[in-house]
Structure formats: C-alpha cells, structure tokens
C-alpha cells in the first residue's frame, strides 16, 4: 500500500508533468516543408497587382526595406522598451527570404506569428492585427511578395537582453494578447464602413501607432486610437481624445490620407508621411473607406468641440493672432524664419498650414513640432507636395526651443510645454538615427496607367 509521502509525490510528478505538456503545447509549434521556389509565371498578374495594392496598405515595404537598400530585404531596426528588433527579408530569396515558404507557411507567419520553421515571430511584426486579414487576401500579398526581386541579405540578429531574447516567451505573450479570428462584418453598418473597418483592424494596423501600449508592449484595448509613440513621433489620437483644432470628419481624412495634407490640418511627416505614400498608389474607394470608418472612431463633435474648430477657422481666416510679447527670441526666429509662408496666406501645399490649425502646436507633446522644425518636409518629385525646409543646420537647441515655446504661446489656448529643450535635444538625436535608415516617401506612378500594373 502507498505511504502519505509517497502519494504527494506522485501528485507533485503528476502535475509536473501536466505542466510540462501544456507549455510544450503552447510553445511547440511544427515546422512546415521548405518547397521550391515558385517562378513569377505561377502566378496571375490580377492576383499580383491586388497583392501589390495590400502590400502598400499594409506598410509592408516601410519596416522591411532600409533607406538606400533593395526593397523588402529587411534589416529595418526597430527599436523597442526591450531592444532592438531587425525586421526580416521577404523577398522570396531561397536561403535568406522567404522563397522556400509555402503559402500555407505564410498565412501561419500572417495569422499566428510563427515563421516556417515553426519559430515564435516578435509581434514587431503586428500579427495581432493581421488575423483579421482574409485568405483571399493572404492569398494576393503571397503572389505578390513571390514575385519580387530575391535578395540575399540575412537576418540581423536582434539586440535583445534575456528574458526577451527566448522566443518561447513569446508564447506566453500570445496566451495573453492574441485574439484568432478573422473580422466580422457588423450588419448594422455600411458596406464602406465595414471595408474600413476591415483594412484599419487588419492589413493596415492603424493602432499599432495610434494606441497606447501596457508594459508587455500590447496595445491598450480599453484606450484604443487614444494616440501612441512610435520612432519618436507621437501618433496623435484618433478618437474623441484628439487635439486637433478642427475636428476631423470624413472627407479631410480622406483628403489627408489621399494628398498627406489638408489646409484645415496641415501635412504628414515623420512614419505617416510613409505611410500616406504608400496609400496614394492604392484605390481611393479603399482609402475613401478608411476614412469613413476613422471618422467613425473620432465620433460626432460636441457642440464644444465644434464650436472651438470653428472658431480656430475663423482666427486662421483673420491672420490676427497677437504676438507674444515676453518671447523676444522666439519671435524674432518666428519672423525671420516662419512668417513668409506660415502667414503668407499662400494655401497648401506651397504656402504653410496656419498654425492657428496645427495640431502639432496644440499636441501636449512637443517633438511632432520638433522633429519638423529639425527635419522640414522634403518634396516629391512629380508631385503637388507640401515643402519646407529643415533647420537643423542652422538653429541650436536653444533657438528651437524658443521657438517652439513661441508658438505655442502665440497659436494654441494650451498651456506651455515643459521640458521642451530636451525635447529638442532627444530629436535631434533621434531624427538623424531615423532619417538614416527609414525608406523615403516615394512617388506613387505619375502616369495613373502605371497604378494598374503589377510593380
């Protein structure tokens, strides 16, 4: 017969090992079979181009593609509270891309995020997001990455201190975050508003910027589109918790993310300079959809809220804010640096935004303005783009900073920011790091034939 001891033992072992099975489970997942490359004559052209257009929804090229380097080679870093993380090479090179993958390897990378080798993928890459994607669409961005240029270029090995660099803990973040499951159309909506729905919750991972992260880096569900951080530029908030001055309605978002400006918002830089880049190559009736579901999420403006957007309308019309008469410094630099096209009544996109109507002013965090005083916007070529220039070269951290203490004295009903030269400072910093690597804001095909054909 077994003794007390021997039966807590048993039970111990027992649950040892039921411990050990389910971890194995969770963490254990199977390689799937390296196939032959398939050539791009496997593929249909339609298919490809729907591909091509997804891709450019998903911002597939911005993390996968360094500055200067071939396209979706990978060896993007991306910095992160735990490390660094170096994006992968998807181009369908054999032994260093993803050329050996099946399409069955790459909707399991899509959906849970586990490469084909059967390694837990760091949701850098937003899995979280992309179960939503559908099989057919699955299906287009496979054709399409299958038919790129293969390019040798292996993976760089991330910069990550333990425990963050096992990959089995990783596991135990999708235990806790990852939701399977594709989207699901609400009924009680439009078609419009579910196709934006569909695109801003899946392919296009609108919140992965937008949204605040908890300490174990997944967004915040219950503070969705309330603004995040992301190569430090602060992604505003989308939804009711917004500090533009004029609220947003669906036609200046789709304006905005079609062009990259809009006279009542100004222009985008920084990471959603890229990505409204890549969306003005795609078609307006999806952009149109993103834009209808986004004003969804910002909701109907209070009659407040209203009230204040129209009254910086009307003070951008007038041009007769007061000038600030204890800054000397940052008004001078205002005057001689800002004033010809900020207060040239010229409109965007050759003249300046009114800063009445920057949100970057009226942000409470400085490095938006920063990061743009710094750095300017580049033009496009072949395109009707905003300019300005960058003033890195020209102004100290002690001038930017007058500066932007300046405006947002003169332009905003906000309270001064603190911390601001380190802020400038930080930018600085960070702008040089970023502006080396990040691929450039690219023309969309001039000739709008061009957007009909597979890249």
Same mark, same amino acid.
């Given at each position: 017969?077994?003794?007390?001891?021997?039966?807590?033992?048993?039970?111990?072992?027992?649950?040892?090992?039921?411990?050990? %099975?389910?971890?194995?489970?969770?963490?254990?997942?199977? %390689?799937?079979?390296?196939?032959?490359?398939?050539?791009?004559?496997?593929?249909? /052209?339609?298919?490809?181009?729907?591909?091509?257009? $997804?891709?450019?929804?998903?911002?597939?090229?911005?993390?996968?593609?360094?500055?200067?380097?071939?396209?979706?080679?990978?060896?993007?870093?991306?910095?992160?509270?735990?490390?660094?993380?170096?994006?992968?090479?998807?181009?369908?090179?054999?032994?260093?891309?993803?050329?050996?993958?099946? *399409?069955?390897?790459?909707?399991?990378?899509?959906?849970?995020?586990?490469?084909?080798?059967?390694?837990?993928?760091?949701?850098?890459?937003?899995?979280?997001?992309?179960?939503?994607?559908?099989?057919?669409?699955?299906? /287009?961005?496979? +054709?399409?990455?299958?038919?790129?240029?293969?390019?040798? +270029?292996?993976?760089? *090995?991330?910069?990550?201190?333990?425990?963050?660099?096992?990959?089995?803990?990783?596991?135990?973040?999708?235990?806790?975050?990852?939701?399977?499951?594709?989207?699901?159309?609400?009924?009680?909506?439009?078609?419009?508003?579910?196709?934006?729905?569909?695109?801003?919750?899946?392919? %296009?991972?609108?919140?992965?910027?937008?949204?605040?992260?908890?300490?174990?880096?997944?967004?915040?569900?219950? &503070?969705?589109?309330?603004?995040?951080?992301?190569?430090?530029?602060?992604?505003?908030?989308?939804?009711?918790?917004?500090?533009?001055?004029?609220?947003?309605?669906?036609?200046?978002?789709?304006?905005?993310?079609?062009?990259?400006?809009?006279?009542?918002?100004?222009?985008?830089?920084?990471?959603?300079?890229?990505?409204?880049?890549?969306?003005?190559? =795609?078609?307006?009736?999806?952009?149109?959809?993103?834009?209808?579901?986004?004003?969804?999420?910002?909701?109907?403006?209070?009659?407040?809220?209203?009230?204040?957007?129209?009254?910086?309308?009307?003070?951008?019309?007038?041009? #007769?804010?007061?000038?600030?008469?204890?800054?000397?410094?940052?008004?001078?630099?205002?005057?001689?640096?800002?004033?010809?096209?900020?207060? #040239?009544?010229?409109?965007?996109?050759?003249?300046?935004?009114?800063?009445?109507?920057?949100?970057?002013? &009226?942000?409470?965090?400085?490095?938006?303005?920063?990061?743009?005083?710094?750095?300017?916007?580049?033009?496009?070529?072949?395109?009707?783009?905003?300019?300005?220039?960058?003033?890195? /070269?020209?102004?100290?951290? +002690?001038? =930017? #900073?007058?500066? $932007?203490?300046?405006?947002?004295?003169?332009?905003?009903?906000?309270?001064?920011?603190?911390?601001?030269?380190?802020? =400038?400072?930080?930018?600085?910093?960070?702008?040089?790091?970023?502006?080396?690597?990040?691929?450039?804001?690219?023309?969309?095909?001039?000739?709008?034939?061009?957007?009909?054909?597979?890249?």
């Amino acid at each position: 017969m077994m003794g007390p001891s021997r039966i807590v033992v048993s039970i111990v072992a027992v649950v040892l090992l039921g411990g050990a %099975a389910a971890a194995f489970a969770i963490v254990w997942r199977p %390689a799937i079979a390296a196939v032959e490359p398939p050539g791009p004559q496997a593929f249909d /052209a339609a298919l490809v181009k729907r591909g091509r257009d $997804l891709a450019a929804i998903g911002n597939c090229s911005n993390c996968h593609t360094v500055r200067g380097a071939k396209n979706f080679a990978g060896g993007l870093p991306v910095p992160t509270p735990f490390g660094t993380i170096f994006s992968s090479n998807i181009t369908p090179d054999a032994e260093t891309g993803i050329g050996r993958w099946s *399409e069955a390897a790459f909707q399991r990378a899509m959906r849970s995020g586990v490469n084909r080798e059967g390694q837990h993928l760091y949701p850098t890459f937003p899995y979280d997001h992309f179960t939503n994607v559908s099989d057919e669409d699955d299906r /287009a961005l496979y +054709a399409f990455l299958m038919t790129r240029q293969p390019v040798r +270029a292996p993976a760089r *090995e991330n910069q990550l201190s333990f425990p963050f660099n096992q990959r089995f803990a990783i596991a135990g973040w999708k235990l806790l975050f990852l939701r399977h499951g594709t989207y699901q159309p609400d009924p009680k909506q439009s078609a419009e508003w579910n196709r934006g729905a569909y695109l801003v919750e899946g392919l %296009a991972h609108c919140g992965a910027c937008h949204t605040p992260r908890n300490a174990l880096g997944a967004e915040r569900n219950s &503070a969705q589109f309330a603004g995040g951080d992301v190569d430090n530029w602060h992604a505003y908030a989308l939804n009711d918790r917004s500090h533009a001055p004029v609220p947003w309605d669906a036609d200046a978002l789709f304006a905005y993310l079609r062009d990259g400006w809009h006279p009542d918002h100004g222009t985008a830089r920084g990471p959603m300079a890229e990505v409204v880049s890549n969306l003005s190559s =795609v078609p307006s009736s999806d952009v149109r959809a993103i834009a209808v579901y986004m004003a969804g999420v910002s909701g109907t403006p209070t009659p407040d809220r209203k009230r204040q957007g129209e009254a910086a309308l009307e003070q951008a019309k007038a041009s #007769s804010v007061p000038a600030s008469q204890t800054n000397t410094a940052g008004a001078s630099i205002y005057a001689a640096a800002c004033a010809s096209c900020h207060a #040239s009544g010229r409109p965007l996109p050759y003249g300046g935004v009114d800063l009445a109507l920057s949100t970057a002013i &009226a942000s409470p965090d400085p490095r938006n303005l920063a990061n743009i005083v710094l750095s300017g916007v580049q033009a496009i070529e072949g395109e009707r783009s905003p300019i300005m220039p960058g003033f890195a /070269a020209s102004m100290t951290d +002690a001038q =930017v #900073s007058a500066l $932007l203490n300046y405006l947002r004295a003169r332009f905003s009903n906000q309270p001064p920011w603190s911390g601001v030269e380190k802020t =400038v400072q930080d930018a600085r910093r960070a702008q040089t790091a970023f502006l080396q690597t990040s691929p450039a804001p690219r023309s969309p095909p001039t000739d709008s034939q061009q957007r009909e054909k597979p890249w």
